[in-house]
């Protein structure tokens, strides 16, 4: 499984499968990017995403090893 560092996620730094919620440990989905995720993307490799459980709503960016 590939790994992916955390860029932005709501104020943490973690390292995560991209599967795994650092917040609740539930099932991420990939999500639209906000307009500043584009921009970002212009230098660094990103993907956002979001946590499926219905009570975390964690959101956030991680930088893919490509």
């Known amino acids: ?3 992916f560092t955390s860029l932005i996620d709501n104020g943490s730094a973690a390292t995560t499968r991209t599967s795994v919620c ?3 440990q539930g099932v ?3 999500t639209w990017r906000r307009p ?3 921009f ?3 230098f660094v490799a990103l993907r956002r995403y ?3 459980a219905p009570r975390c ?3 956030g960016n991680f930088l893919t090893h490509d």
């Open 28 to 30: 991420l989905q990939p």
């Open 40 to 42: 970002l993307s212009m």
């Open 22 to 24: 650092p917040q609740c």
């Open 57 to 59: 709503q964690w959101e």
């Open 36 to 38: 500043f995720d584009h």
């Open 1 to 3: 499984m590939d790994m």
């Open 50 to 52: 979001q946590c499926s």
